[in-house]
């Protein structure tokens, strides 16, 4: 049920026994969706209004380090958030990429199987789909094929509407910012709401869960520390360990047996409508602990991908919600794919593959984990945010350069063996990549995955979040999202962020109701450290 606070008459439900979940992106959405299917009652709370839009990324924003645009480009307010702007790639991590975690991989594997249920996407064997896609059969070179779902809605506002949006039972409150938390010690009691009207609405609750995404979250957090009176206002690590996967084009591929590549790495689908992308990564079992993830897939350059790339962001804009400008060159764009209709159309129906097209290259691209590194942060500047008791922030990205181009030198040499190998293709790599030419950093850019600013941590002289996501020093105050990340990996976080947010989902139902105000957080843990300058 959405309530709008921008309407003066609207005001916030009375739910103190509600679970509030401040954020109305994919991972709040998810979240409120596990827990209303359990009959737990919720309060979602979203800054932005009925449909998502990036108008307000850059307010009180800046970026003061390493360029990137993913804050501007790569997230978005408004009910759906950042699911209408994301292709809906799911993309799960391996085992290694938990070695920094308080969690095992064990601890999140299951997770993943229920997310891909909740999202009618059911898997198959990984050695089923390679031996589908291009007759391949396992060896023991480092380097393997692998394969990423993508959602065909990709917005979750629209694909949880009936369970969740139009249910009259779960309050979804849009244009109202959440500005500040009450606590009775360690104890959240209520969130203050500030609508556009310049009201300050009191939100109580028995748990308090914030989603609304790394940027955002390191904000509140960072702002409310500052103000005071909160159990995380001496925790200096809030925003530090902020990370981001750079991408960049290490190689163009020289094909050795088009037909083999083509039946290898063009877009297959699965279970009727779900897409399927081959990508390349180290084998789980040769990367060691402290190994970057990385991952390359091809990307297809052809004189005719202006259009087509067009075409396929009108469709999805039209489909997620979001508005778009290309409508008036549609027409133009269709005519110049008419004449390559037949191919496409036969390759579809025979084979249910999408047929690329390459007339100009088809580019390696390597997509690379980043070192958590401290001196990486999200820090408060002095100049206030239009709402009252948030602040404005820095974004200062820095990266390791001599550690991501010496993962990407290695993992490029396995990919171009692994191709020569099977007589597919080979790889014409960037000299400076073939060097470990720490400039081909400043080639690479950043792909939206958000990660860090309150990691997960195994103590509270560590970071800012235990293995259940809550806040530490506090009973009842979580965080969800990749924001908890304490690496990154070199997939997409949203998946990992979903399989998270059903964890949490779970542990938030078995544990115990407090009275409101109560001591509760008696067992929770004090000693909060403030991080070494």
Known sequence: MIVDLAESQNVAPNAPNATVIVGGG??????????????????????????????????????????????????????????????????????????????????????????????????????????????????????????????????????????????????????????????????????????????????????????????????????????????????????????????????????????????????????????????????????????????????????????????????????????????????????????MFGPIAFRFIRDRRVMAFFDRSIDFMVQCEQRPIERSQIRLRADAHPVPGLFAIDIDWQIDAGEVVDTVNRFTLGADNYLRERGLARLSIDERVMTKDPAFLKTMYDVYHQAGGMCMSASPETGVVDSDCRVWGSSNVYVAGAAVFPSSSHANTTFTALAMAARLASTLQVRDRPALGGAAGDAAPTNVSRAPA
């Open 26 to 339: 994919p991972v709040g959405i998810y979240l409120a969706y596990c827990l209303s299917q359990a009959g737990e009652p919720v309060v979602v709370v979203e800054a932005g209004g009925h449909v998502s839009d990036t108008r307000r990324n850059e307010t009180a924003t800046h970026s003061v380090g390493f360029d990137f645009v993913g804050y501007r480009l790569g997230r978005a307010f408004g009910l759906g958030g950042t699911s209408v702007v994301w292709g809906g790639q799911l993309a799960e991590f391996d085992p290694a990429d938990f070695a920094q975690w308080p969690l095992a991989y064990e601890d999140v594997a299951s997770w993943y199987r229920k997310v891909y249920g909740h999202l009618s996407i059911y898997p198959e064997d990984v050695d089923a789909y390679r031996a589908r896609l291009g007759a391949e059969t396992a060896d023991l070179l480092p380097v393997e094929r692998f394969f990423t779902h993508w959602l065909p809605q990709q917005n979750f506002a629209r694909l949880f509407r009936k369970q969740l949006v139009d249910d009259a039972r779960v309050p979804i409150l849009i244009n109202g910012t959440v500005n500040g938390i009450a606590m009775d010690g360690r104890h959240g009691r209520s969130i203050r709401v500030h609508t556009a009207d310049g009201r300050d609405l009191e939100i109580p609750g028995r748990q308090f869960v914030f989603c609304n995404g790394t940027l955002e979250l390191a904000r509140f957090f960072l702002s409310t520390a500052r103000t005071g009176g909160v159990p995380w206002q001496d925790n200096g690590w809030i925003g530090k360990f902020y990370q981001d996967h750079p991408c960049g084009l290490a190689a163009t591929a020289d094909l050795i047996d088009e037909t083999r590549f083509r039946n290898y790495f063009e877009n297959a689908f699965t279970s009727g409508i779900v897409k399927l992308t081959s990508k390349l990564r180290f084998r789980p079992e040769v990367r060691e602990p402290g190994d970057l993830g990385v991952s390359g897939f091809f990307s297809f350059r052809s004189d005719i991908q202006d259009q087509l790339a067009n075409i396929k962001w009108l469709i999805r804009s039209l489909r997620s919600g979001a508005h778009s400008s290309n409508l008036a060159a549609l027409p133009r764009d269709t005519l110049a794919l008419l004449r």
